[in-house]
Antibody, heavy 119, light 107 residues
């Protein structure tokens, strides 16, 4: 069974960089599939942030592209998100997920982690 | 970017009733890349439907999806108590976008 677990600071100061890691178990990232990050501000809908292939190929939400970096570490079977110059609008629950790349759907999700941007 | 608009925003129904949720795209979406998710409070979304009409693994057959082009529908034939949740549609074009969600609440 594929499992994903997000980790990282729950509080980030404005203008700083948000950093999260997603540890994958039950499946080797090197075997394939894209992997992605999605966020959900409190009480609001879902927003896709970006996705990465095991080779390191990435694609990002155009509205966030200038601030986002997603990377993969196949030796640790994990991938990471960095979001720079954060503001209060970046406060959200951040989910990592596996992207099934035939139907291009997110079929396995982590439980999510709340990141608050505040001084 | 393709914008997905879901309606209604909130749907109030009773267990046993039929639910019909709509997802309209700002431009044509490939049926292969239209999905539906269910989200309950405090939980991650769960994939229900992919390819507009295929049920994901373990999803009961009371859930069905249909549509093409710019208009897609999620139907729940007979509502069970555990079906009351928020539902999102999602598409992939050159990027992924989600609808704003429909809240299905108990009447």
């Amino acid at each position: 069974q594929v499992q994903l677990q997000e980790s990282g600071p729950g509080l980030v100061k404005p203008s700083e960089t948000l950093s999260l890691t997603c540890a994958v178990s039950g499946y080797s990232i090197s075997s394939g599939y894209y992997w992605g990050w999605i966020r959900q501000p409190p009480g609001k809908g879902l927003e896709w942030i970006g996705s990465i292939y095991h080779s390191g190929s990435t694609y990002y939400n155009p509205s966030l592209k200038s601030r986002v970096t997603i990377s993969v570490d196949t030796s640790k079977n994990q991938f990471s998100l960095k979001l720079s110059s954060v503001t209060a609008a970046d406060t959200a629950v951040y989910y990592c997920a596996r992207l099934e790349n035939t139907a291009m759907v997110f079929d396995y999700w982590g439980q999510g982690t709340l990141v608050t941007v505040s001084s | 970017e393709i914008v997905l608009t879901q309606s209604p925003g909130t749907l109030s129904l009773s267990p046993g009733e039929r639910a019909t949720l709509s997802c309209r795209a700002s431009q044509s979406v490939s049926s292969s890349y239209l999905a539906w998710y269910q989200q309950k409070p405090g939980q991650a979304p769960r994939l229900l439907i992919y390819g507009a009409s295929s049920r994901a693994t373990g999803i009961p057959d009371r859930f069905s999806g249909s549509g093409s082009g710019t208009d897609f529908t999620l139907t729940i034939s007979r509502l069970e108590p555990e079906d009351f949740a928020v539902y999102y549609c999602q598409q992939y074009g050159s990027s992924h976008t989600f609808g704003q969600g429909t809240k299905l609440e108990i009447k």
